[in-house]
């Protein structure tokens, strides 16, 4: 992509899946960011799934928002241990 670089005007992202490791191989191959942060991966395994299926089926709003708050934490977590120093 260096022969590009002179005459683009549009910077190169990435698309991550929240795997640290693939952005970090996006950027060994001239990624300069992360365009996009797909998080619905992250949901995919264990109890997080479980919590997952509850928000989807949830009949109420007071049911979507307990199954919400079980995937919240998830959700901060790995978001912090993938993209803050540690």
């Given amino acids: 992509m260096k022969w590009a670089d002179e005459f683009r005007t549009l ?3 990435t698309i991550t899946l929240i795997r640290l490791e693939q ?3 996006a950027v060994a191959f001239g990624a300069e960011g992360i365009g996009l942060c797909r998080t619905e991966h992250m949901f995919f395994e264990g109890d997080r ?3 997952m ?3 989807i089926l ?3 709003k007071d049911e979507r928002a307990r199954a919400l708050a ?3 934490p ?3 977590g790995d ?3 993938h993209f803050l120093p540690h």
Wanted: hydrophobic share 50%; no cysteine; aromatic share 12%.
């Fill in 58 to 60: 949830a009949g109420t």
């Fill in 23 to 25: 952005v970090a191989n």
């Fill in 79 to 81: 978001f912090i241990w």
């Fill in 70 to 72: 079980k995937l919240l």
């Fill in 49 to 51: 799934i479980d919590a």
């Fill in 53 to 55: 299926r509850e928000m």
């Fill in 11 to 13: 910077g190169v992202r």
């Fill in 74 to 76: 998830y959700q901060r």
